[in-house]
Structures are given as C-alpha cells and as structure tokens.
C-alpha cells in the first residue's frame, strides 16, 4: 500500500492550497480518508476526515468552515482544500487510510488508520 501526498508548499496568510493523496496498493472505496498534521515541535493531530462515500466528513474545529475534504474513487484520490490559510496552519500534512472495521470508531485517532502517506510540508508565511 502507497499513500502518496503532495501539493504542499509555501503560501501567503489568507491563501489556498490544495493537498491531494493519490492510494495504490488497496481497495481505495473502502477505506476512510483522514488527514493529519504536525507542526514544527507539536504532537500530530487530526484535521479531516471523510467516510468511503463521501458522505461522512469531519473537521477539527480549528480548520472547519476554512477547510474541505472530498475524494474521487474513481481516481484513488482524496483532496483537502485549505482556504483561509494562517501561520498556525504551518505543518507537515499526512494522509492516511483506515481499512473498513466493524468496531466504532471515531477516525479522528492515529490509531484508528492502517496506512500513512509521508507528508507533505505546507508553510503559512504572515
């Protein structure tokens, strides 16, 4: 399995990007799409998430109603638009897959993800 990021790079304060994560090597439907960051001396943390149709998202409340997600199965691909960018946004992004389970959880855990892309750096100059 390959989770491939990219689409990072530097950006002004109140500029957009678009980080994309390209899957090869599983059943790209099936899984939920998460992205994940870590800024520069701070612990990974949850940014979004979206379900294998789409219909699920969730967004930490730092980036909701600034940020969206989405996914094109067709293409093995999930998206995360980032609009309203902010030097508080400055981090590595991971993109990550979890396999279908039949436990509850809340995708919003490293932990509930089998597979992870290696980042890709996006820097938020003010």
């Known amino acids: 399995v390959q989770l491939q990021a990219s689409g990072g790079g530097l950006v002004q304060a109140g500029g957009s990007l678009r980080l994309s994560c390209a899957a090869s090597?599983?059943?790209?439907?099936?899984?939920?799409m998460g992205w994940f960051r870590q800024a520069p001396g701070k612990e990974r943390e949850f940014v979004s998430a979206?379900?294998?149709?789409?219909?699920?998202?969730l967004f930490a409340d730092s980036v909701k109603d600034r940020f969206t997600i989405s996914r094109d199965n067709a293409k093995n691909t999930a998206y995360l638009q980032m609009n309203g960018l902010n030097p508080e946004d400055t981090a590595v992004y991971y993109c990550a897959a979890a396999r279908p389970s039949s436990r509850t959880l809340s995708y919003t855990r490293e932990a509930d993800y089998n597979y992870w892309g290696q980042g890709t750096l996006v820097t938020v100059s003010s």
């Open positions: 979206i379900s294998w149709t789409g219909g699920t998202q």
């Open positions: 090597g599983l059943t790209f439907s099936s899984y939920t």
